[in-house]
């Protein structure tokens, strides 16, 4: 992601807005996360405060420029991170500022502990946010590779052994609206689900890992008895 873009973007009334407007809806999406870790991977806002609502005894933001406390310098397709050790991972729109956004999903599902879950939050390319962003030539929004949709998210989340426990659309106000109309509270947010969910300006994804279960061999304890099937011997009631 494009720092200086990003920051510059957060000090403008849009910006702050959608800042503001996902981390309500996290602070709803991520109270189930309990556990010793939560990971927030990718800058978005100030440090990890979007991933502070799970319940971990720790939050740590993971980005390839991170430093200060509660920081981990790293690729985001490369975390170092141990095997199945983390219980959540929030990916901020990071996915469409990366080149490879596959392979962080893979990431993420390499780290994550068997039901630990996954948040995503992406803005919709059709939505009027994206279009906007489209016709300014990606002068509008934070500075992203490209803009990913919903249905795509879903096909990978699956594709990798994901279950979507939470899907919620919002952003219906058009981004030329002054800041106070993006309120998660507004009309616009709470019927716009309802009568207008292709018009989303962007969309907020929730994945447990499932976890395989593993069927059980039984021993063989002793061989099976072979039974040979011959012609029958004639005998002499056989015999006309």
Same mark, same amino acid.
């Given at each position: 992601?494009?720092?200086?873009?990003?920051?510059?973007?957060?000090?403008?009334?849009?910006?702050? #807005?959608?800042?503001?407007?996902?981390a309500?809806?996290?602070?709803?999406a991520?109270?189930?996360?309990?556990?010793f /870790?939560?990971?927030?991977?990718?800058?978005? =806002?100030?440090?990890?405060?979007?991933?502070?609502?799970?319940?971990? @005894?720790?939050?740590?933001?993971?980005a390839?420029?991170?430093q200060?406390?509660?920081?981990?310098? #790293? @690729?985001?397709?490369?975390?170092?991170?141990?095997?199945g050790?983390?219980?959540?991972?929030?990916?901020?729109?990071?996915?469409?500022?990366?080149?490879?956004?596959?392979?962080?999903?893979?990431?993420?599902?390499?780290?994550?502990? =068997?039901e630990?879950?996954?948040?995503?939050?992406?803005?919709s390319?059709?939505?009027?946010?994206?279009? +906007?962003?489209?016709?300014?030539? =990606?002068?509008?929004?934070?500075?992203?590779?490209?803009l990913?949709?919903? $249905? +795509?998210?879903r096909?990978w989340?699956?594709?990798?052994?994901?279950?979507?426990?939470?899907?919620?659309?919002f952003?219906?106000?058009?981004?030329?609206?002054? +800041?106070?109309?993006?309120?998660?509270?507004?009309?616009? /947010?709470?019927?716009?689900?309802?009568?207008?969910?292709?018009?989303?300006?962007?969309?907020l994804?929730?994945? +447990?890992?499932?976890?395989? #279960?593993?069927?059980p061999?039984?021993?063989?304890? @002793?061989?099976a008895?072979?039974?040979?099937? $011959?012609?029958?011997?004639?005998?002499?009631?056989?015999?006309?």
């Open positions: 992601m494009n720092d200086v873009s990003a920051s510059d973007w957060f000090c403008s009334p849009p910006g702050r #807005a959608v800042l503001e407007f996902e309500r809806l996290l602070a709803e991520l109270t189930d996360v309990v556990g /870790e939560m990971l927030q991977v990718g800058r978005w =806002g100030e440090g990890a405060e979007l991933a502070a609502s799970a319940r971990a @005894q720790h939050h740590w933001l993971i390839p420029d991170a200060g406390p509660g920081t981990i310098r #790293a @690729q985001y397709d490369a975390l170092p991170i141990a095997t050790s983390i219980e959540g991972v929030l990916l901020p729109h990071t996915l469409e500022h990366a080149s490879n956004p596959h392979e962080i999903l893979r990431e993420v599902e390499r780290v994550l502990m =068997g630990g879950q996954v948040a995503i939050c992406g803005f390319p059709l939505g009027p946010w994206g279009l +906007r962003n489209r016709i300014s030539r =990606g002068r509008f929004l934070p500075h992203a590779v490209r990913l949709g919903e $249905g +795509r998210i096909d989340l699956r594709l990798l052994g994901f279950e979507i426990v939470l899907s919620r659309r952003l219906f106000v058009a981004p030329w609206r002054r +800041r106070r109309s993006a309120d998660p509270a507004s009309w616009f /947010e709470r019927r716009g689900p309802e009568l207008m969910a292709p018009l989303a300006g962007a969309y994804l929730k994945a +447990r890992k499932r976890v395989r #279960a593993l069927t061999i039984r021993p063989v304890w @002793q061989r008895r072979v039974v040979s099937v $011959g012609a029958a011997e004639p005998t002499t009631r056989n015999v006309a």
